[in-house]
């Protein structure tokens, strides 16, 4: 089941808080569509910069894990408020996804250490569903 993209702004009490949510079936096909919906929201947002490349990144690498690992049906979720972006996908699978060491004969397996290069942190729920990553937007380094 596909839920349309949603973004709105200060809904949670968050003055200035920005948040796109899309909920996708675990198909590999559904890739490249977060891939490109990403893109357009830091777009809209107003985000650039060199943190952007590597947020669109981060999240096709979260959603491939779960493709890949997960189970059911997953949800993105993307949150910018004062400089920092949020990313964090879910699924109903409680193992908590790992960061492994991947060979170099491995042709997957570096998800999670290209999103550990990239991000100001990351981590995942204590229910083991959610993994999330953190970025501080250019603005936001110091």
């Known amino acids: ?19 796109f949510i899309e909920a996708f079936a675990p198909d590999a096909a559904h890739v490249k569509g977060m891939r490109h919906s990403t893109a357009a929201v830091l777009k809209a947002w ?28 997953a949800t993105l979720r993307i949150r910018y408020r004062d400089r920092v972006v949020h990313i964090e996908v879910t699924d109903d699978n409680p193992a908590p996804a790992r960061l492994r060491p991947a060979s170099s004969g491995d042709v997957s397996g570096r998800g999670l250490a290209l999103i550990d290069a990239f991000a ?21 380094r110091p």
């Open 1 to 19: 089941m596909k839920v349309h993209p949603q973004t709105q702004d200060a809904n949670r009490g968050e003055a200035g808080c920005r948040v």
């Open 46 to 73: 107003g985000l650039h910069g060199p943190a952007v490349p590597e947020i669109v990144l981060s999240v096709c690498e979260l959603v491939t894990n779960t493709i890949v690992h997960g189970w059911g049906d």
């Open 120 to 140: 100001d942190g990351w981590g995942v729920s204590n229910d083991g569903r959610t993994t999330w990553a953190t970025f501080l937007t250019a603005a936001g």
